[in-house]
């Protein structure tokens, strides 16, 4: 007896990898913005207390980041939108829960090395979490374009 089996799936194509280009383009702009964030943060410390050069240098970083990202990372072609701003700064606030939440409740007291591992594993997930609604919410229309 013979029995003819339907033909298998065809196997699914291969990643073009371009999400591993975009997402080296946002460790990119990470690098840079970082470093952007400290120049800024000790030229303020001159003149200001920790706290508010921390929260001038994050406002300056989030909106350079934006306008980078947008542009180098998800390819928009025309003018970063105020939109674009606020849902950064929306996603900057979740990192920033994130990770002040992360130390909070699980390295405090457990001595500096503890929180700067948690700290440094906790900017991890905020980043992932970043890229991943920068791609899919802050510049959707970008991805859904392509």
């Known amino acids: ?4 089996a339907p033909p298998a799936p065809a196997p699914a194509a291969a990643p073009s990898g371009a999400l591993t280009r975009q997402f080296a383009r946002f460790l ?11 120049g800024i ?3 303020f410390r001159i003149v200001a207390s920790a706290t508010i050069a921390n929260a001038l240098s994050t406002i300056l970083t989030t909106v350079a980041g934006t306008r980078l ?3 180098m990372t998800f390819g928009i072609s025309g003018h970063i939108r105020l939109s674009h701003h606020v849902k950064s ?3 900057t606030g ?3 829960a994130i990770t002040s939440g992360a130390i909070t409740t699980i390295a405090v007291g457990q001595g500096e090395l503890s929180e700067l591992t948690v700290l440094v594993l906790a900017s991890m ?3 992932a979490v970043r890229f991943v609604l920068l791609r899919y919410w802050v510049f959707a229309e970008a991805h ?3």
């Open 1 to 4: 007896m013979t029995v003819i």
């Open 28 to 38: 990119a702009v990470g690098v840079l913005n970082t470093v952007l964030f400290l």
């Open 41 to 43: 943060y000790l030229t």
């Open 69 to 71: 990202n947008g542009k």
């Open 89 to 91: 700064f929306a996603v």
């Open 94 to 96: 979740l990192g920033i």
């Open 125 to 127: 997930v905020a980043g």
């Open 144 to 146: 859904q374009s392509r």
